[in-house]
């Protein structure tokens, strides 16, 4: 069993680990490096199976991603990072971890919300805006056979926080 002090010593080494990152020195991800931010950019980026709006404002609006088959599907509420700004991220970033997670079976509810750079984001704005987009999920659940019962939310950077305080 690890004490608290082995505990704290296992994450510093593990976060040092993930800054000591080797290349072959070719920055291109297809050759082997790291893969940079135009790389995923680029991409093809997939497409949503149906955008649902839980507001009146164009940011108010979530992805909905239905893998095949009848469901009723497990479901990823998932919330995208960006500083808390629009203008760095919006839900399309989420889109190819989105197709993956469709491809594996799960429903994902790719929620946007109004950043602290735009009017009525910020606290409280952003906020409610989450809290919208997970009640539009329990409204539309039946429509399209969403297991509401199996439900995770994830969120990368901001939207982790996001996330975070949904589940609470």
């Excluded at 072959?24 to 297809?30: K, M, V």
């Amino acid at each position: 069993m690890f004490r608290s002090r082995d505990g704290l010593a296992l994450a510093i080494g593990l976060a040092l680990a993930g800054c000591a990152v080797t290349t072959n020195g070719n920055d291109d991800a297809q050759d082997g490096g790291l893969m940079a931010w135009p790389d995923l950019l680029e991409r093809p980026r997939p497409a949503p199976s149906a955008t649902l709006a839980y507001g009146e404002d164009p940011l108010q609006v979530v992805d909905l991603w239905l893998p095949e088959g009848d469901g009723p599907h497990p479901v990823v509420l998932m919330v995208h990072g960006g500083c808390w700004q629009t203008d760095i991220a919006d839900r399309n970033i989420m889109n190819w971890i989105a197709e993956d997670l469709r491809r594996r079976g799960y429903a994902v509810w790719n929620v946007d919300y109004r950043g602290v750079d735009r009017p009525g984001g910020g606290y409280p704005g952003t906020f409610l805006d989450t809290g919208a987009a997970a009640d539009a999920l329990r409204d539309h659940a039946a429509r399209y056979r969403l297991d509401t019962s199996r439900l995770v939310a994830i969120g990368h950077s901001a939207g982790g926080h996001l996330a975070l305080w949904l589940a609470a």
